[in-house]
């Protein structure tokens, strides 16, 4: 089963790239290291993080819970959202409607 959305996913994975990229640490998620990390060109970044936040978005179908880099990714159904969390604050939402 996957997450249920009326939006455009291409709006949706906009947004949650964004949102993933602000998670401290949030590279970790594929193992890579800090200095793999630091060593990416910004646009290799970008690829990165549109990656994870694609990861994420199918993941969330199986698991409503993901734990990425320092932060947590959750999805509420009940609402239609997903809203990524660092030091147990919501920091961001993204609708899915």
Known sequence: ?????GRE????L???TSAVGEIEESYT??????EEWDALQPEERRE???ALADDVFFGLGQNPVIE???GTISHNS???IIEVSQ???VTQIIRLI
Do not use: Q, T
């Open 1 to 5: 089963m996957g997450v249920r959305h």
């Open 9 to 12: 996913y291409a709006d949706i």
């Open 14 to 16: 906009k947004d949650l």
């Open 29 to 34: 998620f594929f193992e890579m290291e800090r």
């Open 48 to 50: 990165v993080m549109e």
């Open 68 to 70: 990425v880099g320092k």
């Open 78 to 80: 009940k609402h239609h």
């Open 87 to 89: 030091d147990d604050k």
